[in-house]
DNA sequence: TTCTCCGCCTATGGGGCCTT
DNA sequence: AAGGCCCCATAGGCGGAGAA
């Protein structure tokens, strides 16, 4: 089930558009492809790019021939239609207080090219999301294949959170969300939980609400199960989902991938020592994270994450709810 | 009564496939 | 390639039944 990725690279998606940018979509899946197609050619070519449009239909998972053309072309209206409201950032050597942007500026095609379509993003949009760092990873080839907006949104926030420790312990990943997180999420306006989740999951019920559809097709695109339930009452819905993989070893709570960042940060930012012996320090570090053993691990992890640049929500799913095997 | 949950219903999305 | 027709899947509202 599971399949390759290598024809179609990952984009590193920026959190504020993660997070329902989208305000409003009917049942479309394709703005937020949309908006992962976009992003994934801004970091390549720019704020300014010329796409062919058969590409671009590719990339959307879209029939060869023009058919849906007309979509797209809403669709790239309902992105410049749709603006973010900024706060607090440099713009070319200026502070800006705040700033009313959409993420698609301009989008043209003309009638000696009708097989181009140019596309400028909003540079004052880049400008914002550089000063941020708190990234989503998604594959595009994945991206291409979700064809309802609960499972590419569902997928995304399990891209964001999956490797956060959590209190359930070694090797699960959570996240809990009230309804009116996932209504933000989705782009939706449910009064009431079974609206979007019922509990008959996977197989007896015959009209899956969304949740229970974004997971099943989670399921068939990627192969991963995440396991959704309501509690009522913390008034949340729970997803979890295996992340074992990500420890190197049942004593470690930090994730393999983050541990060399993490002990350089530990040595530049807590440890006062001359040049030379640095990269010592740095792997004495190391091994002490991986043992479990550095004094004080969950609070330096919280601050380094702080200057990773993760945002409250993030830093709070660690915080709040720590590994049972940290001992604060 | 109000809330919860589920199945039914309808408009529409969108691919398959045929013909031109 | 492009249009037409077909047909299945989906989003989300609605109402009924049962629970609280």
């Known amino acids: 089930m599971k399949e390759k990725l290598k024809k179609y690279p ?38 300014k790019f010329t796409l062919k449009l058969p590409e671009l239909r590719a990339y959307l998972g879209l029939d060869r021939n023009g058919r849906n053309d007309d979509r797209i072309y809403k669709v790239l209206q309902k992105l410049k239609e749709n603006v973010l409201f900024l706060r607090d950032f440099n713009y070319k050597g200026r502070e800006v207080k705040m700033a009313i ?25 880049i400008e914002f999301l550089k000063q941020k760092t708190g990234y989503t990873p998604i594959e595009l080839e994945y991206n291409k294949r979700f064809k309802t907006k609960f499972g590419l949104k569902l997928y995304e926030m399990y891209k ?21 997180q996932i209504n933000a999420m989705f782009g939706t306006n449910y009064k009431h939980t079974a609206d979007i989740f019922n509990k008959k999951y ?20 990627t192969g991963i199960y995440i396991h959704c339930f309501y509690d009522k009452e913390k008034k949340k819905f729970v997803f979890g989902w295996d992340n074992s993989n990500i420890y190197p070893n049942e004593e470690c709570v930090i994730p393999k991938k983050s541990i060399k960042k993490f002990a350089n940060w530990y040595v530049l930012n807590r440890v006062k020592s001359d040049k030379e012996n640095l990269p010592t320090y740095v792997k004495e570090i190391e091994k002490k994270i991986k043992n479990n053993t550095l004094n004080g691990i969950h609070k330096f992890y919280m601050e380094f994450l702080k200057a990773m640049g993760k945002d409250k929500e993030e830093i709070a799913n660690c915080w709040n709810k720590y590994i049972k095997k940290w001992k604060c």
Not at 160 to 180: A, S
Not at 210 to 216: A, K, T
């Open 101 to 125: 942007v959409s993420f698609l500026n301009e989008a043209t095609i003309y009638k000696d090219k009708e097989n181009e379509i140019e596309i400028e993003i909003s540079s004052k949009m």
């Open 10 to 47: 990952i984009v590193k998606k920026h959190n504020s558009l993660t997070d329902g940018y989208i305000k409003k979509t009917d049942k479309e899946v394709l703005p937020d492809k949309m908006i992962n197609v976009l992003y994934h050619f801004y970091e390549i070519k720019g704020e």
């Open 160 to 180: 964001r959170y999956y490797d956060l420790p959590n209190k359930e312990g070694f090797g699960y990943g959570k996240v809990e969300k009230t309804l009116e």
């Open 202 to 221: 996977p197989h007896e019920s015959k009209t899956a609400k969304g949740i229970n559809r974004g997971i099943e097709e989670i399921k068939n695109i």
